[in-house]
């Protein structure tokens, strides 16, 4: 079946660690999305790409990278300096033309800073 | 900028209820609208959505009306299940067709436990 698999669920992390999620999907989607989900807030978005190769930022992209080097793939590094990392993070994908804007999600990853 | 608001929650129904989950937005041109439910420990599904003013979404029994002239996209069922229990978001989508590319406006979730 064609989904997006994340990993992994659960991740613990020490301050001062960098982290990269896992995110890949085989619906041959063309863009790609992280979101980060925090109680009572909604989701947020971090990053997203439309083709390999090329990334943007989105409204919350301090303190953390991405890369598209394969349009299966769109891993997410959240580095030393995300202030405040523990959150619950989402990836998801679309296609690129002709859409309406819906959005398929993975399971999510659930970061914690001890 | 764009924005959705949803109705402050927790929501808690006894099974057979009515349910509102009320949603309103602020956006420039004609957004898409959506509505994903997230069940426990999952990411977010597609429950439904509208591209155009005065579409109607539905599925498993759930629908919503886009109302442009009240900026609103309220999520009804008419007898809520406790399978139904999961946490709603309410979403917009800048442009309505076209080349979208999923940054959608999400609002801040409600929270419905459905007790037998």
């Known amino acids: 079946d064609g989904g997006i698999t994340q990993s992994p669920k659960y991740l613990f992390r020490k301050e001062g660690q960098n982290v990269t999620l896992s995110c890949e999907q085989n619906?041959?989607?063309?863009?790609m999305y992280w979101y980060r989900q925090d109680p009572g807030q909604g989701l947020r978005l971090i990053y997203y790409?439309?083709?390999?190769?090329?990334?943007q930022k989105g409204d919350i992209a301090e303190g953390y990278s991405v890369s598209r080097e394969k349009k299966e793939s769109f891993p997410l590094t959240v580095t030393s300096a995300q202030k405040n990392p523990t959150a619950f993070y989402l990836c998801?994908?679309?296609?690129?033309?002709?859409?309406?804007?819906?959005?398929?999600f993975g399971e999510g990853s659930r970061l914690t800073v001890l | 900028g764009n924005s959705v608001t949803q109705m402050e929650g927790p929501v808690t129904l006894s099974e057979e209820a009515f349910l509102t989950i009320n949603c309103t937005y602020t956006?420039?041109?004609?957004?898409?609208l959506f509505w994903y439910v997230q069940y426990p420990g999952e990411g977010l599904q597609l429950l439904l959505k509208?591209?155009?003013?005065?579409d109607k979404g539905s599925n498993k029994g759930f629908e919503a009306t886009y109302r442009k002239e009240t900026t609103s996209f309220h999520l009804e069922k008419g007898s809520v299940q406790v399978s139904d229990s999961a946490v709603y978001f309410c979403?917009?989508?800048?442009?309505?067709?076209?080349?979208?590319?999923?940054?959608?406006?999400f609002g801040q979730g409600t929270i419905l436990t459905v007790h037998p």
């Open positions: 998801a994908s679309s296609r690129r033309t002709g859409n309406t804007g819906e959005l398929f």
């Open positions: 619906l041959n989607h063309d863009a």
């Open positions: 790409s439309q083709i390999v190769n090329d990334f």
């Open positions: 956006a420039t041109g004609y957004p898409s």
């Open positions: 509208a591209t155009k003013a005065d």
């Open positions: 979403a917009l989508s800048p442009n309505a067709g076209g080349t979208s590319y999923g940054k959608l406006t």
